[in-house]
């Protein structure tokens, strides 16, 4: 297999006053398993867009492999899974059989296929367009977050699937998935690109290690600074002290002449030493302003909830079945959610998390349950994230305005999350996945409530963010029930954990 290599590749979008890739020069194998990592608005989705020639950037692009993008763009998702396929795969009913062949790799039922693409659940519809990638080795593979939509089961099946592959660039935001998939690492960070050899773990430890080093470096610059300056300052004084020296002798007798060419010699030499060290000090100074220059700056969040009674019981359920479109989706549950606690609902995709959280929104009178009771305390002022929020358009101001939070509120939360100031007159439809996520987050952070529902709120999340949520919660106890398939947040934050088990 050949190389992929950009030469000097500039690009930024039309609205953007700094570029996002700056004489960016990168090459990589083609068979490498590549994780590229990065905050969010970075410009992964971005780079991924340029390889495939989609946006118009100066520099070059040499090679001559073709690419596939995962997630492909569904033309209708009403039509039978297995038409979509032979369409998106340019297969026929002679070669189907290579689909298959990925699909039981991927634990996927094949009878699934028949199903219309829209009634397959997320996780599905994941498997169903991973499985076209690796039908054949002509491509070298784009696949962009493939992680969101899939229960950790799910994450399981996928990661040994790329392993067994090769000749791919992943992005994902989960660390344990990462690690199980990848050899090498492109790193887009706040000031360059780096191509690491190892995984995820293994280029934390590089990237930690640098961090140490640039601040030991800086310890040792600092006094550096310190100590050229101060000379720097005194040997000046001197040569000015020199210098009036040379002009009061100007004006004594004649012999005194002899004396004012000796005094202008020293007051040169030391003056040139002076100069000497404020140009050391100001390399010394430029030397320290090139450290930190990759590292992540994080800010401490909070959220606005409003003290609840100690153990007052705010969710309960009992025996508690749920449907979606007349179809029971779960065996009994029962739980309850009580104040200061962090629950969180487990369970396979489809078995009806969500439906839960849409279940406990309509009280009193739902049509998302079969039987058995579901009770929220009236009272309560609920917050709710939706999982789907990749319709979100408009400025911020309407956004902050339709959710009833104030605008300066919205734009310092999301200064926290890590966004740009440059960000704030953007449009919500041009943001990156990552960037809409916080935009949604945020506003539940600002809003007052006793009680908060979260579906997935790590999705699409950097790591650094999902550090930052894990911190907050962690320190602040809200009253919490939530959904997540990111293993390590869910045991760092959950006081209970109740399981789903479809029916
Ligand atoms: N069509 C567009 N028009 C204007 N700006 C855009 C457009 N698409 C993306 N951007 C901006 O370019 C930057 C990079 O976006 P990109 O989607 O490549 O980021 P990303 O690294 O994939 O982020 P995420 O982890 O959130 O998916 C972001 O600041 C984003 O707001
Ligand atoms: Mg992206």
Request: proline share 4%; charged share 20%.
């Amino acid at each position: 297999m050949g190389t992929i290599q950009f030469k000097a590749l500039t690009f930024n979008y039309p609205d953007q006053t700094q570029p996002l890739f700056d004489h960016v020069t990168l090459q990589f194998d083609a068979s490498w398993k590549l994780g590229l990592i990065g905050r969010n608005g970075r410009g992964k989705t971005t780079l991924l867009k340029l390889l495939q020639h989609q946006l118009p950037f100066t520099g070059q692009l040499v090679t001559d492999l073709q690419f596939q993008y995962f997630p492909q763009a569904i033309p209708d998702s009403t039509q039978m899974t297995r038409d979509i396929l032979m369409q998106l795969g340019q297969l026929d009913d002679a070669t189907f059989w290579q689909v298959e062949r990925e699909l039981r790799l991927l634990q996927v039922a094949p009878e699934l296929v028949w199903q219309p693409f829209n009634a397959l659940s997320p996780g599905e519809q994941t498997k169903m367009l991973l499985a076209l990638l690796f039908i054949d080795d002509a491509h070298f593979q784009l696949i962009d977050e493939p992680t969101n939509h899939l229960d950790q089961q799910g994450r399981q099946v996928v990661a040994s699937y790329l392993h067994q592959k090769a000749g791919f660039i992943v992005i994902s935001h989960d660390r344990s998935f990462l690690d199980q998939v990848i050899d090498h690492v492109l790193a887009i960070n706040r000031a360059d690109i780096t191509v690491h050899q190892g995984n995820y773990q293994t280029w934390q430890v590089a990237h930690n290690q640098q961090t140490a080093y640039e601040q030991q470096q800086n310890r040792q610059l600092k006094g550096d600074i310190k100590r050229l300056t101060k000379t720097a300052h005194q040997k000046a004084q001197w040569s000015h002290a020199a210098e009036k020296g040379k002009n009061a002798a100007s004006v004594k007798t004649e012999s005194a002449n002899l004396d004012k060419g000796f005094i202008g010699h020293r007051a040169a030499k030391v003056m040139k030493r002076a100069t000497t060290m404020a140009n050391r000090a100001e390399k010394a100074i430029n030397a320290k302003q090139q450290l930190f220059k990759n590292v992540e700056i994080t800010a401490p969040l909070s959220l606005n909830q409003r003290p609840l009674k100690p153990r007052q019981t705010v969710i309960s359920a009992d025996q508690l079945v749920l449907q979606q479109g007349g179809r029971s989706l779960n065996q009994p549950l029962s739980f309850t959610l009580q104040a200061g606690q962090q629950v969180a609902l487990t369970g396979i995709n489809g078995a009806g998390k969500s439906t839960l959280l849409k279940a406990l929104l309509t009280l009193p009178n739902t049509d998302h349950i079969t039987s058995g009771q579901l009770k929220l305390n009236p009272q309560l002022k609920i917050s709710y994230l939706p999982q789907d929020f990749d319709h979100l358009s408009g400025s911020l101001a309407k956004f902050a305005a339709a959710k009833h939070v104030t605008h300066e509120q919205l734009l310092s939360m999301l200064r926290k999350l890590g966004f740009e100031r440059a960000l704030f007159n953007h449009d919500l439809a041009t943001m990156s996945m990552g960037q809409k996520r916080k935009v949604a987050l945020a506003r539940s952070l600002c809003e007052e409530a006793d009680c908060y529902l979260w579906d997935e709120p790590l999705n699409y999340l950097d790591v650094i963010t999902r550090e930052q949520i894990q911190t907050m919660v962690a320190n602040q106890q809200p009253t919490l029930l939530f959904i997540e398939h990111d293993v390590a947040f869910v045991t760092a934050v959950a006081t209970h954990t109740y399981a789903l088990r479809p029916d």
